[in-house]
């Protein structure tokens, strides 16, 4: 497991797992816009774009995603470097009142296709404004657990938080550390 600074100023990190080539970010962002991909997705789970989203034509929800995949990336990549990461994540439980150490955050894409937007990075916060995207996904139902794809997202996120602590790792600097390392 190696963790990039995506944007070079030690605000975004992402990981880049074992036999991949490029960074979680990277790869999800690009899932994301390939149309070919997302036909055999929209395809597999048109009964949960119906159910939850009321949507039935498979060329509107790639049309939504592609647009949407763009305009979340252009507010994460294009981030000015004073602008804060906070704005953007939320936790991913949405109960919780409380800051933890290596918290499980989520950021949303955008409302701009008409419909909440079911596109989903999902992110462990560093520090303050600091995160370190785990995966991302597209999610159509109300629960992670409620589908393989994005309970394999939960697991992913669990997994590099477990490797984390058992790094020592608590914060930002710790993984500055970690990768002059590694």
């Not at 789970?45 to 939850?52: K, P, Q």
Request: charge should be negative; charged fraction near 25%.
């Amino acid at each position: 497991m190696i963790f990039d600074d995506v944007l070079g100023n030690g605000k975004l990190w992402a990981v880049r797992y074992d036999g991949d080539t490029v960074d979680i970010l990277s790869g999800t962002l690009s899932k994301w816009i390939d149309t070919d991909y997302l036909r055999a997705f929209f395809t597999n789970n048109l009964s949960d774009l119906e159910t939850f989203f009321k949507i039935t034509n498979v060329d509107k929800a790639i049309f939504d995603t592609v647009s949407d995949a763009t305009s979340l990336a252009c507010v994460i990549l294009d981030a000015n470097p004073d602008a804060s990461l906070n704005n953007l994540f939320r936790p991913l439980e949405n109960y919780r009142m409380s800051e933890m150490v290596l918290s499980r955050e989520k950021a949303k894409g955008d409302w701009n296709s008409g419909h909440a937007s079911w596109l989903r990075l999902y992110a462990i916060k560093l520090d303050d404004g600091v995160f370190l995207i785990t995966g991302g996904a597209i999610k159509l139902t109300y629960a992670m657990k409620d589908r393989q794809h994005t309970l394999n997202e939960l697991l992913r996120m669990e997994q590099v938080r477990n490797y984390l602590i058992d790094n020592g790792v608590v914060d930002v600097e710790g993984i500055k550390d970690l990768t002059t390392i590694l």
